[in-house]
Protein backbone atom coordinates (compact mmCIF):
# COMPACT_ATOMS: atom_id res chain seq x y z
CA UNK A 1 0.00 0.00 0.00
CA UNK A 2 1.27 3.50 -1.07
CA UNK A 3 1.26 6.48 1.09
CA UNK A 4 -1.05 8.03 -0.66
CA UNK A 5 -3.50 4.94 -0.75
CA UNK A 6 -3.05 4.61 3.18
CA UNK A 7 -3.98 8.70 3.65
CA UNK A 8 -7.44 8.12 1.35
CA UNK A 9 -8.55 5.80 3.76
CA UNK A 10 -11.51 7.03 5.27
CA UNK A 11 -9.84 6.91 8.83
CA UNK A 12 -12.69 8.87 10.66
CA UNK A 13 -14.25 5.37 11.47
CA UNK A 14 -12.10 4.96 13.89
CA UNK A 15 -12.42 8.50 15.65
CA UNK A 16 -13.54 6.55 19.16
CA UNK A 17 -10.68 4.42 18.96
CA UNK A 18 -8.24 7.25 18.22
CA UNK A 19 -10.13 8.86 21.35
CA UNK A 20 -8.88 6.45 23.54
CA UNK A 21 -5.49 5.96 22.31
CA UNK A 22 -4.85 9.62 22.48
CA UNK A 23 -5.76 9.74 26.29
CA UNK A 24 -3.63 6.68 27.34
CA UNK A 25 -0.78 8.28 25.48
CA UNK A 26 -1.72 11.50 27.41
CA UNK A 27 -2.23 9.52 30.68
CA UNK A 28 1.10 7.61 30.44
CA UNK A 29 3.15 11.45 30.11
CA UNK A 30 1.00 12.94 32.74
CA UNK A 31 1.95 10.25 35.04
CA UNK A 32 5.60 10.05 34.29
CA UNK A 33 5.92 13.81 34.93
CA UNK A 34 3.99 14.33 37.88
CA UNK A 35 4.90 14.66 41.57
CA UNK A 36 4.44 11.45 44.02
CA UNK A 37 2.55 12.93 46.22
CA UNK A 38 0.61 14.29 43.88
CA UNK A 39 -3.19 13.06 43.58
CA UNK A 40 -3.78 10.70 40.75
CA UNK A 41 -7.57 10.83 40.66
CA UNK A 42 -7.55 13.51 38.16
CA UNK A 43 -5.99 11.21 35.75
CA UNK A 44 -9.36 8.85 36.05
CA UNK A 45 -11.44 11.98 35.44
CA UNK A 46 -9.61 12.62 31.90
CA UNK A 47 -10.12 9.23 31.27
CA UNK A 48 -14.17 9.41 32.26
CA UNK A 49 -14.30 12.91 29.68
CA UNK A 50 -12.48 10.78 26.78
CA UNK A 51 -14.85 7.97 27.02
CA UNK A 52 -17.74 10.34 26.86
CA UNK A 53 -16.28 11.95 23.93
CA UNK A 54 -15.94 8.76 22.64
CA UNK A 55 -19.54 7.74 23.22
CA UNK A 56 -20.68 11.16 21.32
CA UNK A 57 -18.81 10.04 18.36
CA UNK A 58 -20.23 6.29 18.34
CA UNK A 59 -23.54 7.87 18.70
CA UNK A 60 -22.80 10.31 16.17
CA UNK A 61 -21.82 7.28 13.60
CA UNK A 62 -25.54 5.16 14.04
CA UNK A 63 -27.93 4.83 11.07
CA UNK A 64 -24.58 5.13 8.55
CA UNK A 65 -23.58 2.33 5.69
CA UNK A 66 -21.29 -0.49 6.60
CA UNK A 67 -17.68 0.93 6.21
CA UNK A 68 -14.27 -0.85 6.45
CA UNK A 69 -10.93 0.23 5.62
CA UNK A 70 -7.63 -2.16 5.68
CA UNK A 71 -9.09 -4.49 3.59
CA UNK A 72 -11.95 -4.94 5.95
CA UNK A 73 -9.83 -5.92 8.87
CA UNK A 74 -11.94 -2.82 10.82
CA UNK A 75 -15.50 -2.60 10.46
CA UNK A 76 -17.86 -0.33 10.98
CA UNK A 77 -20.92 -1.41 10.66
CA UNK A 78 -24.82 -2.00 12.99
CA UNK A 79 -23.21 -4.54 15.08
CA UNK A 80 -20.09 -2.77 16.36
CA UNK A 81 -21.57 0.36 16.89
CA UNK A 82 -24.48 -1.25 19.60
CA UNK A 83 -21.63 -2.90 21.40
CA UNK A 84 -19.15 -0.17 21.45
CA UNK A 85 -21.84 2.18 23.18
CA UNK A 86 -22.44 -0.63 25.66
CA UNK A 87 -18.42 -1.54 26.20
CA UNK A 88 -17.51 2.86 26.69
CA UNK A 89 -20.84 3.13 29.46
CA UNK A 90 -19.45 0.34 31.39
CA UNK A 91 -16.24 1.57 30.91
CA UNK A 92 -16.96 5.39 32.14
CA UNK A 93 -18.91 3.32 35.20
CA UNK A 94 -15.73 1.42 36.49
CA UNK A 95 -13.46 4.59 35.65
CA UNK A 96 -16.37 6.07 38.45
CA UNK A 97 -16.39 3.34 40.53
CA UNK A 98 -12.18 3.53 40.56
CA UNK A 99 -11.88 7.14 41.12
CA UNK A 100 -13.73 6.61 44.41
CA UNK A 101 -11.60 3.60 45.43
CA UNK A 102 -10.06 3.75 48.46
CA UNK A 103 -6.14 2.69 47.54
CA UNK A 104 -5.34 0.24 50.29
CA UNK A 105 -2.71 -2.47 50.51
CA UNK A 106 0.04 -0.98 47.86
CA UNK A 107 -2.41 -0.31 45.91
CA UNK A 108 -1.77 4.13 46.22
CA UNK A 109 1.99 3.16 44.43
CA UNK A 110 0.45 2.38 40.86
CA UNK A 111 -2.91 4.04 40.55
CA UNK A 112 -1.79 5.85 37.70
CA UNK A 113 -0.93 3.08 35.73
CA UNK A 114 -4.31 1.74 36.99
CA UNK A 115 -6.59 4.24 34.83
CA UNK A 116 -4.75 3.84 31.70
CA UNK A 117 -4.08 0.00 32.27
CA UNK A 118 -8.00 0.05 32.27
CA UNK A 119 -7.96 2.75 29.21
CA UNK A 120 -6.10 0.18 27.40
CA UNK A 121 -8.22 -2.80 28.27
CA UNK A 122 -11.49 -1.01 26.94
CA UNK A 123 -9.37 -0.45 23.93
CA UNK A 124 -8.80 -4.22 22.92
CA UNK A 125 -12.39 -4.45 23.62
CA UNK A 126 -13.26 -1.80 21.31
CA UNK A 127 -11.04 -3.37 18.65
CA UNK A 128 -13.00 -6.53 18.91
CA UNK A 129 -15.80 -4.91 17.75
CA UNK A 130 -15.06 -3.38 14.98
CA UNK A 131 -12.83 -6.59 13.80
CA UNK A 132 -13.42 -8.26 10.80
CA UNK A 133 -10.45 -10.11 10.82
CA UNK A 134 -9.45 -13.16 12.80
CA UNK A 135 -5.86 -11.54 13.40
CA UNK A 136 -7.24 -7.76 14.31
CA UNK A 137 -9.62 -10.46 16.65
CA UNK A 138 -7.35 -11.56 18.48
CA UNK A 139 -5.39 -8.58 18.79
CA UNK A 140 -7.99 -7.26 20.25
CA UNK A 141 -8.67 -9.93 22.34
CA UNK A 142 -4.61 -9.83 23.89
CA UNK A 143 -5.10 -5.62 24.21
CA UNK A 144 -8.16 -6.53 26.41
CA UNK A 145 -6.86 -9.58 28.38
CA UNK A 146 -2.55 -8.80 29.20
CA UNK A 147 -4.19 -5.31 31.16
CA UNK A 148 -6.82 -7.37 32.63
CA UNK A 149 -3.90 -9.69 34.39
CA UNK A 150 -2.00 -6.94 35.73
CA UNK A 151 -5.56 -4.98 37.10
CA UNK A 152 -6.48 -8.30 38.79
CA UNK A 153 -3.08 -8.40 40.69
CA UNK A 154 -2.29 -4.57 41.30
CA UNK A 155 -2.51 -4.47 45.21
CA UNK A 156 1.00 -6.95 45.02
CA UNK A 157 1.01 -6.77 49.06
CA UNK A 158 -1.93 -8.70 48.92
CA UNK A 159 -1.95 -12.55 48.39
CA UNK A 160 -5.44 -13.03 47.31
CA UNK A 161 -4.42 -10.94 44.79
CA UNK A 162 -1.30 -12.11 43.62
CA UNK A 163 -3.26 -15.58 43.33
CA UNK A 164 -5.88 -14.11 41.44
CA UNK A 165 -3.51 -12.75 38.78
CA UNK A 166 -1.60 -15.78 38.95
CA UNK A 167 -5.08 -17.81 38.09
CA UNK A 168 -6.09 -15.91 35.58
CA UNK A 169 -2.89 -15.47 33.70
CA UNK A 170 -2.61 -19.42 33.80
CA UNK A 171 -6.25 -19.61 32.30
CA UNK A 172 -5.73 -16.42 30.27
CA UNK A 173 -3.48 -18.19 28.40
CA UNK A 174 -4.39 -21.35 28.11
CA UNK A 175 -7.74 -20.44 26.82
CA UNK A 176 -5.84 -18.51 24.00
CA UNK A 177 -3.47 -20.81 23.10
CA UNK A 178 -5.94 -23.63 22.35
CA UNK A 179 -8.40 -20.70 20.41
CA UNK A 180 -5.36 -19.33 18.37
CA UNK A 181 -5.03 -22.98 17.62
CA UNK A 182 -8.61 -23.77 16.61
CA UNK A 183 -8.28 -20.31 14.12
CA UNK A 184 -5.01 -21.95 12.70
CA UNK A 185 -7.17 -24.74 11.18
CA UNK A 186 -9.81 -22.43 9.64
CA UNK A 187 -6.79 -20.89 8.10
CA UNK A 188 -5.21 -23.60 7.06
CA UNK A 189 -8.50 -24.26 5.17
CA UNK A 190 -9.25 -21.39 3.24
CA UNK A 191 -5.81 -19.93 3.24
CA UNK A 192 -7.82 -16.25 4.70
CA UNK A 193 -8.41 -14.59 7.78
CA UNK A 194 -10.85 -12.24 6.40
CA UNK A 195 -13.98 -13.68 8.18
CA UNK A 196 -15.64 -12.45 5.04
CA UNK A 197 -14.05 -14.26 2.39
CA UNK A 198 -13.48 -17.35 5.12
CA UNK A 199 -17.35 -17.37 4.69
CA UNK A 200 -17.55 -17.71 1.27
CA UNK A 201 -14.69 -20.14 0.71
CA UNK A 202 -16.24 -22.27 3.69
CA UNK A 203 -19.95 -21.94 1.88
CA UNK A 204 -18.53 -24.28 -0.75
CA UNK A 205 -17.01 -26.60 1.24
CA UNK A 206 -16.90 -30.03 -0.41
CA UNK A 207 -14.99 -32.68 1.37
CA UNK A 208 -16.02 -34.70 4.30
CA UNK A 209 -11.95 -34.64 5.61
CA UNK A 210 -12.44 -30.80 5.36
CA UNK A 211 -15.44 -30.67 7.63
CA UNK A 212 -13.99 -32.90 10.21
CA UNK A 213 -11.30 -30.42 11.20
CA UNK A 214 -13.71 -27.72 10.74
CA UNK A 215 -15.88 -29.48 13.36
CA UNK A 216 -12.33 -29.18 15.26
CA UNK A 217 -11.50 -26.03 14.99
CA UNK A 218 -15.25 -24.97 15.84
CA UNK A 219 -14.79 -27.12 19.26
CA UNK A 220 -11.27 -25.87 19.97
CA UNK A 221 -12.73 -21.91 19.58
CA UNK A 222 -15.82 -22.60 21.28
CA UNK A 223 -13.83 -23.77 24.43
CA UNK A 224 -11.00 -20.91 24.46
CA UNK A 225 -13.79 -18.60 24.09
CA UNK A 226 -15.81 -20.54 26.89
CA UNK A 227 -12.30 -19.03 29.56
CA UNK A 228 -13.29 -15.76 28.40
CA UNK A 229 -17.27 -16.07 29.00
CA UNK A 230 -16.24 -18.13 32.16
CA UNK A 231 -18.76 -20.39 30.99
CA UNK A 232 -19.04 -23.89 32.74
CA UNK A 233 -17.13 -26.09 32.90
CA UNK A 234 -14.11 -23.20 32.27
CA UNK A 235 -15.38 -20.93 34.73
CA UNK A 236 -12.73 -22.03 37.63
CA UNK A 237 -10.77 -19.05 37.59
CA UNK A 238 -13.55 -16.65 37.67
CA UNK A 239 -14.66 -16.81 41.82
CA UNK A 240 -11.01 -16.50 42.98
CA UNK A 241 -10.15 -13.39 40.21
CA UNK A 242 -13.67 -11.57 41.33
CA UNK A 243 -12.44 -12.32 45.11
CA UNK A 244 -8.81 -11.04 45.04
CA UNK A 245 -8.84 -8.33 42.63
CA UNK A 246 -10.07 -4.62 43.56
CA UNK A 247 -13.96 -4.03 42.99
CA UNK A 248 -13.44 -1.81 40.63
CA UNK A 249 -11.11 -4.44 38.37
CA UNK A 250 -14.36 -7.08 39.28
CA UNK A 251 -17.07 -4.95 37.95
CA UNK A 252 -14.98 -4.66 34.81
CA UNK A 253 -14.09 -8.10 34.26
CA UNK A 254 -17.55 -8.36 35.04
CA UNK A 255 -19.49 -6.73 32.52
CA UNK A 256 -16.69 -5.02 29.80
CA UNK A 257 -15.16 -8.00 29.31
CA UNK A 258 -17.75 -10.35 29.62
CA UNK A 259 -19.54 -8.04 26.76
CA UNK A 260 -16.72 -8.08 24.33
CA UNK A 261 -16.57 -11.74 25.17
CA UNK A 262 -19.81 -12.43 23.66
CA UNK A 263 -19.02 -9.68 20.59
CA UNK A 264 -15.95 -12.40 19.62
CA UNK A 265 -18.05 -15.54 19.91
CA UNK A 266 -20.74 -14.26 17.96
CA UNK A 267 -18.48 -12.48 15.12
CA UNK A 268 -16.45 -15.61 15.33
CA UNK A 269 -19.50 -18.49 15.48
CA UNK A 270 -21.66 -16.89 12.76
CA UNK A 271 -19.62 -16.07 10.09
CA UNK A 272 -17.40 -18.54 9.96
CA UNK A 273 -19.36 -21.43 10.79
CA UNK A 274 -22.85 -20.39 10.52
CA UNK A 275 -21.95 -20.26 6.26
CA UNK A 276 -19.47 -23.79 6.08
CA UNK A 277 -22.29 -26.51 5.54
CA UNK A 278 -21.45 -29.93 6.85
CA UNK A 279 -21.91 -31.93 3.18
CA UNK A 280 -21.16 -29.19 0.57
CA UNK A 281 -23.59 -26.63 -0.48
CA UNK A 282 -26.71 -26.75 0.16
CA UNK A 283 -26.17 -29.19 3.04
CA UNK A 284 -26.65 -27.65 6.94
CA UNK A 285 -24.50 -25.37 8.71
CA UNK A 286 -21.80 -26.79 10.74
CA UNK A 287 -23.08 -24.34 13.50
CA UNK A 288 -26.47 -26.01 13.39
CA UNK A 289 -24.92 -28.86 13.38
CA UNK A 290 -23.03 -28.15 16.64
CA UNK A 291 -26.11 -26.76 18.27
CA UNK A 292 -26.48 -29.61 20.67
CA UNK A 293 -22.64 -28.72 22.23
CA UNK A 294 -23.70 -24.39 22.65
CA UNK A 295 -26.93 -26.23 24.61
CA UNK A 296 -25.27 -28.57 26.81
CA UNK A 297 -22.57 -25.47 27.77
CA UNK A 298 -25.77 -23.66 28.39
CA UNK A 299 -27.37 -25.48 30.13
CA UNK A 300 -24.49 -26.61 32.60
CA UNK A 301 -23.45 -22.94 33.11
CA UNK A 302 -26.62 -21.91 34.18
CA UNK A 303 -27.05 -24.96 36.58
CA UNK A 304 -23.43 -24.63 38.16
CA UNK A 305 -23.35 -20.71 38.44
CA UNK A 306 -26.50 -20.95 40.58
CA UNK A 307 -26.41 -23.82 42.56
CA UNK A 308 -22.78 -23.19 43.72
CA UNK A 309 -23.35 -19.40 44.06
CA UNK A 310 -26.06 -20.84 46.95
CA UNK A 311 -22.99 -21.75 49.36
CA UNK A 312 -21.26 -18.90 49.49
CA UNK A 313 -20.31 -16.59 52.12
CA UNK A 314 -17.95 -13.73 50.42
CA UNK A 315 -20.51 -11.51 47.90
CA UNK A 316 -17.87 -11.09 45.42
CA UNK A 317 -17.52 -14.72 45.15
CA UNK A 318 -20.97 -15.09 45.51
CA UNK A 319 -21.42 -12.80 42.59
CA UNK A 320 -18.62 -14.34 40.37
CA UNK A 321 -21.32 -17.75 40.33
CA UNK A 322 -24.33 -15.34 39.37
CA UNK A 323 -22.02 -13.38 36.48
CA UNK A 324 -21.22 -17.14 35.54
CA UNK A 325 -24.96 -17.97 35.34
CA UNK A 326 -25.96 -15.25 33.60
CA UNK A 327 -23.14 -15.94 30.89
CA UNK A 328 -25.45 -19.22 30.54
CA UNK A 329 -28.67 -17.57 30.00
CA UNK A 330 -26.63 -15.41 27.10
CA UNK A 331 -25.64 -18.55 25.48
CA UNK A 332 -29.01 -19.66 25.38
CA UNK A 333 -29.32 -16.85 22.88
CA UNK A 334 -26.57 -17.90 21.13
CA UNK A 335 -27.83 -21.16 21.09
CA UNK A 336 -31.05 -20.55 19.44
CA UNK A 337 -29.37 -18.86 16.56
CA UNK A 338 -32.59 -16.71 15.89
CA UNK A 339 -32.91 -13.10 13.81
CA UNK A 340 -33.58 -11.74 17.16
CA UNK A 341 -30.79 -12.99 18.64
CA UNK A 342 -28.41 -9.92 18.27
CA UNK A 343 -31.18 -7.70 20.23
CA UNK A 344 -32.14 -9.93 23.08
CA UNK A 345 -28.27 -10.23 23.59
CA UNK A 346 -27.21 -6.82 23.29
CA UNK A 347 -30.73 -5.80 25.85
CA UNK A 348 -29.67 -8.35 28.16
CA UNK A 349 -26.44 -6.93 28.59
CA UNK A 350 -27.32 -3.39 28.59
CA UNK A 351 -29.80 -4.29 31.79
CA UNK A 352 -26.78 -6.38 33.41
CA UNK A 353 -24.34 -3.44 32.94
CA UNK A 354 -27.02 -1.33 34.98
CA UNK A 355 -27.26 -3.53 37.58
CA UNK A 356 -24.34 -5.60 37.82
CA UNK A 357 -22.29 -2.02 38.27
CA UNK A 358 -24.49 -0.62 40.43
CA UNK A 359 -24.34 -3.52 42.57
CA UNK A 360 -20.55 -3.91 42.78
CA UNK A 361 -20.63 0.12 43.66
CA UNK A 362 -22.41 -0.74 46.94
CA UNK A 363 -20.09 -3.55 47.56
CA UNK A 364 -17.24 -1.23 47.62
CA UNK A 365 -19.28 1.33 49.64
CA UNK A 366 -19.84 -1.42 52.35
CA UNK A 367 -16.14 -3.20 51.82
CA UNK A 368 -14.62 -0.19 51.74
CA UNK A 369 -16.31 0.52 55.69
CA UNK A 370 -16.53 -3.12 56.93
CA UNK A 371 -12.71 -4.30 55.68
CA UNK A 372 -14.35 -7.38 54.22
CA UNK A 373 -16.61 -8.81 51.39
CA UNK A 374 -18.36 -11.15 53.59
CA UNK A 375 -22.18 -11.26 52.88
CA UNK A 376 -22.65 -11.62 57.49
CA UNK A 377 -21.02 -7.51 56.36
CA UNK A 378 -24.25 -6.45 54.97
CA UNK A 379 -26.49 -7.40 57.96
CA UNK A 380 -28.67 -4.47 59.21
CA UNK A 381 -27.66 -2.35 56.50
CA UNK A 382 -31.08 -0.83 56.15
CA UNK A 383 -30.44 0.77 59.54
CA UNK A 384 -27.07 2.25 58.62
CA UNK A 385 -28.50 3.30 55.51
CA UNK A 386 -31.52 3.16 54.24
CA UNK A 387 -30.80 4.62 51.02
CA UNK A 388 -28.02 2.47 49.75
CA UNK A 389 -29.97 -0.35 51.36
CA UNK A 390 -33.13 0.45 49.10
CA UNK A 391 -30.78 0.76 46.13
CA UNK A 392 -29.25 -2.64 46.58
CA UNK A 393 -32.55 -3.84 46.98
CA UNK A 394 -33.64 -2.59 43.66
CA UNK A 395 -30.75 -4.11 41.59
CA UNK A 396 -30.48 -7.55 43.69
CA UNK A 397 -34.35 -7.52 42.64
CA UNK A 398 -33.70 -6.67 38.81
CA UNK A 399 -30.53 -9.52 38.43
CA UNK A 400 -32.84 -12.01 39.68
CA UNK A 401 -35.41 -10.71 37.27
CA UNK A 402 -38.41 -9.78 38.78
CA UNK A 403 -41.08 -8.12 36.75
CA UNK A 404 -40.49 -4.27 36.54
CA UNK A 405 -36.71 -4.21 36.29
CA UNK A 406 -34.54 -4.53 33.05
CA UNK A 407 -33.20 -7.88 34.07
CA UNK A 408 -36.64 -9.39 33.52
CA UNK A 409 -37.34 -7.81 30.02
CA UNK A 410 -33.88 -9.43 29.45
CA UNK A 411 -35.11 -12.96 30.36
CA UNK A 412 -37.99 -13.22 28.98
CA UNK A 413 -36.42 -11.88 25.61
CA UNK A 414 -34.56 -14.67 25.74
CA UNK A 415 -37.08 -17.45 26.95
CA UNK A 416 -39.32 -16.34 24.17
CA UNK A 417 -36.86 -16.69 21.83
CA UNK A 418 -36.04 -19.79 23.19
CA UNK A 419 -39.15 -21.14 20.98
CA UNK A 420 -38.64 -19.12 17.90
CA UNK A 421 -37.92 -21.41 15.01
CA UNK A 422 -36.94 -24.73 16.45
CA UNK A 423 -38.42 -25.10 20.29
CA UNK A 424 -35.73 -25.75 22.51
CA UNK A 425 -37.76 -26.59 25.72
CA UNK A 426 -34.96 -28.35 27.70
CA UNK A 427 -33.07 -24.97 27.62
CA UNK A 428 -36.14 -23.36 28.07
CA UNK A 429 -37.00 -25.43 31.46
CA UNK A 430 -33.15 -24.86 32.62
CA UNK A 431 -33.64 -21.70 32.61
CA UNK A 432 -36.49 -21.17 34.13
CA UNK A 433 -35.41 -23.47 37.22
CA UNK A 434 -32.33 -21.76 37.75
CA UNK A 435 -33.62 -18.36 37.75
CA UNK A 436 -35.96 -19.74 40.38
CA UNK A 437 -32.56 -21.15 42.26
CA UNK A 438 -31.15 -17.39 41.94
CA UNK A 439 -33.88 -16.10 43.84
CA UNK A 440 -32.24 -17.91 47.04
CA UNK A 441 -28.81 -15.80 47.18
CA UNK A 442 -30.00 -12.86 45.85
CA UNK A 443 -33.00 -13.05 48.66
CA UNK A 444 -30.83 -14.12 51.05
CA UNK A 445 -29.02 -10.97 50.79
CA UNK A 446 -31.55 -9.35 50.63
CA UNK A 447 -32.66 -10.46 53.98
CA UNK A 448 -29.01 -9.55 55.35
CA UNK A 449 -29.64 -6.19 54.53
CA UNK A 450 -33.16 -5.73 55.54
CA UNK A 451 -33.98 -7.98 58.32
CA UNK A 452 -30.64 -8.82 60.32
CA UNK A 453 -29.58 -6.63 63.15
CA UNK A 454 -26.04 -5.02 62.90
CA UNK A 455 -22.88 -6.28 63.88
CA UNK A 456 -21.98 -5.66 67.37
CA UNK A 457 -18.48 -4.01 66.00
CA UNK A 458 -21.16 -0.90 63.19
CA UNK A 459 -23.81 -0.86 66.24
CA UNK A 460 -20.59 0.89 68.29
CA UNK A 461 -19.69 2.89 65.53
CA UNK A 462 -22.66 4.91 66.74
CA UNK A 463 -26.35 5.56 65.15
CA UNK A 464 -25.10 8.64 63.70
CA UNK A 465 -21.91 6.70 61.57
CA UNK A 466 -22.38 6.93 58.20
CA UNK A 467 -21.18 5.50 54.48
CA UNK A 468 -18.60 7.11 53.12
CA UNK A 469 -20.37 8.04 49.40
CA UNK A 470 -18.10 9.79 46.91
CA UNK A 471 -19.53 11.59 44.12
CA UNK A 472 -18.39 8.59 41.31
CA UNK A 473 -20.78 6.36 43.43
CA UNK A 474 -23.11 8.55 44.07
CA UNK A 475 -23.38 8.94 39.93
CA UNK A 476 -23.24 5.10 39.77
CA UNK A 477 -25.89 4.42 41.71
CA UNK A 478 -28.43 6.63 40.31
CA UNK A 479 -26.95 6.15 36.87
CA UNK A 480 -27.64 1.96 37.58
CA UNK A 481 -31.03 2.70 39.33
CA UNK A 482 -32.95 4.45 36.47
CA UNK A 483 -31.51 2.30 34.12
CA UNK A 484 -32.63 -0.87 36.12
CA UNK A 485 -36.22 0.53 36.46
CA UNK A 486 -36.55 2.75 33.53
CA UNK A 487 -35.85 -0.22 30.96
CA UNK A 488 -37.52 -2.46 32.96
CA UNK A 489 -41.37 -0.27 32.54
CA UNK A 490 -40.30 1.33 29.32
CA UNK A 491 -37.94 -1.19 27.75
CA UNK A 492 -39.03 0.01 23.54
CA UNK A 493 -36.86 3.44 24.33
CA UNK A 494 -33.82 0.55 23.50
CA UNK A 495 -35.16 -1.35 21.30
CA UNK A 496 -36.69 1.08 18.89
CA UNK A 497 -33.27 2.74 18.85
CA UNK A 498 -31.63 -0.40 17.80
CA UNK A 499 -34.15 -0.87 15.72
CA UNK A 500 -34.59 2.44 14.02
CA UNK A 501 -30.70 2.79 13.70
CA UNK A 502 -29.20 -0.27 13.81
CA UNK A 503 -30.05 -2.88 11.37
CA UNK A 504 -27.33 -5.57 12.71
CA UNK A 505 -28.66 -8.70 10.91
CA UNK A 506 -28.72 -6.99 7.03
CA UNK A 507 -25.05 -5.16 8.47
CA UNK A 508 -23.55 -8.19 9.99
CA UNK A 509 -23.30 -10.40 7.03
CA UNK A 510 -22.34 -7.39 4.07
Do not use: C
Not at 115 to 125: D, K, P, V
Not at 235 to 242: I, L, R, T
Not at 481 to 487: H, Q
Amino acid sequence: MSFEQFQSLNWSIMTPEFIILAVIAILVIMDLFMPKHMDRKILGWIGIAAILAAMVSVFGMAGGHVESILHDTFRLDSFAIAFKLLILGGGALVLLLATSYKATDGLERYTGEFYYLLLSALLGAMVMTSSGDLITLYIGLELLSIPSYILAGIQKDRLSSNESAMKYVINGGISSAIALFGMSYVYGLTGSTNLLEIAGQLSMLMDGQQAYLLGLSFLMILVGLSFKLAAAPYHMWAPDVYQGAPTPVTSFLSVVSKTAGFVIVVRILLTVFGSAATNGPGSIPILLDMQNYLAVIAAATMIIGNVVALRQSDIKRMFAYSSIAHAGYLLVAVTTLTSNMFYSIWFYLLAYLFMNMGAFAVIQVVSEKTGSTKIADFAGLYRRSPWLAVTMGILLISLAGFPGTAGFIGKLNIFVGAFAGQPHYVLASVMIATTVVSYFYYFGVMTQIFFRPAPAASEGEGAGSKFNMPFGIVVVLIVAVVGSVLFGIMPNIALDFMHNNLDIVQDFFS
